[in-house]
């Protein structure tokens, strides 16, 4: 199986800076795209950024010019700089990574998700 452990979420004034990072443990045998979501209450849960294994990076229109996605792939670790908070930017951010993973002697497709960290950004 694989885990998902997110950290670097909390409570900021708008206008500050947060860094949330994902690290991805157990049976991994390789990592495609590592990506964050997040969901406001009320809202669907939402794509906010995601990035290939080759560094390809892609961000909701909402956070572009704010926000940066970044991995380690050596950590098997992704990154979310958060920059310019906005009120409007608070909600439960949600880690996802799809890869390839070991199964005995044979290996199958994941599709995994954090636990959620919140972020509050207040006016």
């Known amino acids: 199986q694989v885990q998902l452990v997110e950290s670097g979420g909390g409570l900021v004034q708008a206008g500050g800076s947060l860094r949330l990072s994902c690290a991805a443990s157990?049976?991994?045998?390789?990592?495609?795209?590592m990506g964050w979501y997040r969901q406001a209450p009320g809202k669907e849960r939402e794509l906010v950024a995601a990035i290939t294994s080759g560094g390809v990076a892609n961000y909701a229109d909402s956070v572009k010019g704010r926000f940066t996605i970044s991995r380690d792939n050596a950590k098997n670790t992704v990154y979310l700089q958060m920059n310019s908070l906005k009120p409007e930017d608070t909600a439960v951010y949600y880690c996802?990574?799809?890869?390839?993973?070991?199964?005995?002697?044979?290996?199958?497709?994941?599709?995994?998700w954090g636990q959620g960290t919140q972020v509050t950004v207040s006016s």
């Open positions: 157990g049976s991994i045998f390789s990592i495609n795209a």
């Open positions: 996802n990574t799809k890869g390839v993973r070991l199964a005995g002697f044979s290996r199958r497709q994941f599709d995994s």
